[in-house]
DNA sequence: GCTTACCTTTACGTTAACGTAAACCCTGTG
DNA sequence: CACAGGGTTTACGTTAACGTAAAGGTAAGC
């Protein structure tokens, strides 16, 4: 009936995107529950879009940052302002600026932590090297 | 007897730390009752050093990162490599670079949500400025 | 000596983000 | 038709990271 259509605009089953994402049917639904995702129903089963995939996706990539899921639904919802309402969108812009500068923020810490592992794994390699000096690894209040 | 040190070799007490670093106390002993500070007594009371300092700035600098304590942990253990222990070293030393994919990982998402986060915020202005086209709000399938 | 302001331990409560299990409904296939 | 392999809801369990009393010790200052 559906199935011939050519376009892009596919469908997935709920395990489809658990397994493209490796995550649980569990979560999607929790997801779900939490009023992040609204797949159709075909009868009972859930049906997702692509627009729902790739919400699915930005819920990970926040996961991945950090953030809680409430604070993702938040950045979903910037993505789709359902409103002509002027004052919403005015809410919308002071917290995408808020998120970004705790986003640049964490950059920031990222980028100190990396070089500071860096810098770490140089000085176990040093000590391998000269693998005698045990003066080399006193504590001596870094 | 020690108190006679010129030196920035301050010492802390736990609600230094707390308002430096806008913190609970309670949150400060739960890190040491997870074995990430272990900071000195005068008798009952806790005596932090610079050091100490310099840890708790780590585990807040990871909590921002989305680490958990455990990672925390395994992290500033690799700034004091406790030992001569060749095989440990190696060990730390995986440990650092798995950590460092991921953080990596972490900062192309942090990139990709930035510009995202710039283009919608564009977005919510564009439809301040033209606030009448309803059709301009519309889902679309992004 | 009493209050105030810190510090301590012990221990139960809480929230987020699912895991896990039970019990059930469809649907195609041998 | 049995049953294997999907899907569903409901509901209790779990872990991390603290919050929040409760109950008390200690040192400073009036």
Same mark, same amino acid.
């Given at each position: ?29 929790? %997801? /779900? ?6 797949? /159709? ?6 049906? &997702? ?27 979903? /919802?910037? %993505? ?7 004052? !919403? ?12 500068? %705790?986003? /640049? !923020? ?29 003066? &080399?690894? !006193?504590?001596?209040?870094?």
């Amino acid at each position: 009936m559906s199935t011939d259509t050519p376009t892009p605009a596919r469908s997935f089953s709920i395990s489809d995107l658990a397994k493209e994402f490796d995550v649980t049917t569990r979560a999607i639904r929790f %997801y /779900e529950d939490k009023g992040l995702l609204t797949p /159709e129903r075909r009868g009972q089963t859930r049906i &997702y879009s692509p627009a729902d995939r790739t919400k699915l996706k930005l819920i990970l990539r926040g996961k991945r940052l950090g953030l809680t899921l409430d604070e993702s639904r938040d950045i979903i /919802e910037m %993505y789709t302002p359902d409103g002509n309402n002027a004052k !919403q969108l005015v809410k919308l812009i002071h917290k995408i600026r808020d998120r970004r500068d %705790y986003l /640049e !923020q964490q950059m920031r810490d990222l980028e100190v932590m990396l070089v500071d592992l860096q810098e770490s794994e140089q000085r176990c390699l040093d000590a391998l090297q000269e693998a005698d000096s045990d003066a &080399y690894s !006193q504590v001596k209040d870094w």
